[in-house]
């Protein structure tokens, strides 16, 4: 292609989570690669854009933001006027997300941007797609995201895509955390997740593993999460260091998103859920061990990820997908409860069926090996 001054990503989201805009970082960088000088405008949700508005502005690999109406919304005066804006934008090139609801290469095409790259399906017309992409034969089922971004890759022009390539580095500012101790293992833990889901790893579990990980390798541990998760967190840390009063568990909540990027690429390993912080963990290239539950996404990004271990029972009804508002609905084999409620439980048995025995492993080795050279992998990650 061409030299071009202006590329958009229409990416009109359902409900998307921070984590799944962390991913979706993939496309605007792989287009990044193409017009390394050209305006690249997000095209989302204006609920999307004002909730996760520190991303857009410091993390992602757009220039800029153009709102389109929220999923829903047919409003013919909104519409009208996002149509004539996303006109005046004068992209000449616009790949269209895959999960884009009701904005698709049709409202690109009658935008005049000559160059429209997506993948074939329902609502789309011949002539919408002047770039159809091409996804290969899965090699697990269904495509997962190395799929998606060769294909891409491939319309770009962008030969040689490597799976461990995949993912961009999280844009950041790269100050330093203060006050992490040196010369010992540093062990973040994310038991939280979304709210309406209940991914999580029972307490007690997350307990044992750092209490073995603060016995055997001196580990200090960081408890992350939201202002949310702050009471959820002090318990866990009293449940820690009840069973090892010699323990240094530090529990922080609250953070912005770069500094808890910050605060991730100067650990040595991050434990925890499937949520946005196993994403973030990838983007910063630290080693994550993520334990899947309800959500069924473990094969999504296990060829992208090289240093994200997933730990699952991968019971039949884990492959269930539902949004956040299907939720009341849903039921899996074992009739689990699904939206989370209070730290003492219920949890769905593919998580709560997870022994400590089947985490520590690989938890183990990676810590054993930052144990033996303390200090390396977080040297290595700050270069």
Known sequence: MTAVDGVCVLARLVEPGLGDLVQRNIAPALLRRAFPTARLTMVTGSTVAGRFAEFFERHSYAT??????????????????????????????????????????AEARQAGIPVRLGLSGPGTAPGDLTHPLRLPPPLLGRADLFD???????????????????VPPLPRTTGAVPDLPS??????????????????????RYAELCRRAIGQYGAVCYLLGTGEDRADLLGLAAAITAGAPEAVVEVVT?????RTANLLAGMD???????????????????????????????LWARIYPH????????????????????????????????????????PRCLSDIDVDQ???????????TASEPGKARASRAH
């Open 359 to 369: 985490v520590w492993p690989v938890v183990s080795r990676l810590l054993g090996t």
């Open 183 to 204: 010369g010992v293992p540093l062990l973040a833990v994310h038991p939280g997740g979304a709210p309406q889901w209940n991914r999580r790893w029972p307490p007690d």
């Open 148 to 166: 998606h971004a060769s294909a891409l890759a491939s319309a770009l022009g962008l030969a040689g895509l490597r799976p461990g390539a995949v």
């Open 254 to 258: 609250g953070n912005s998103l770069d």
């Open 308 to 347: 994200h271990y997933g730990v699952s029972l991968r019971y039949p009804c884990q492959s269930l997908t539902h949004r956040a508002g299907e939720l009341a609905g849903r039921h899996c084999a074992y009739d689990c409860p699904i939206p989370y409620s209070r730290a003492a439980g219920p949890y």
């Open 64 to 105: 800029d933001v153009l709102e389109c109406p929220d999923p829903g919304d047919q409003d013919p005066h909104r519409w009208a006027r996002f149509r004539r804006e996303l006109a005046a934008l004068g992209a000449r090139v616009c790949f269209v997300d895959p999960d884009s609801r009701g904005l698709g290469a």
């Open 269 to 299: 390993l991050l434990v925890g859920n499937d949520s946005a912080l196993a994403h973030i963990a990838a983007a910063v290239r630290l080693p994550a061990v993520v334990l899947y539950g309800p959500t069924g996404t473990e094969f």
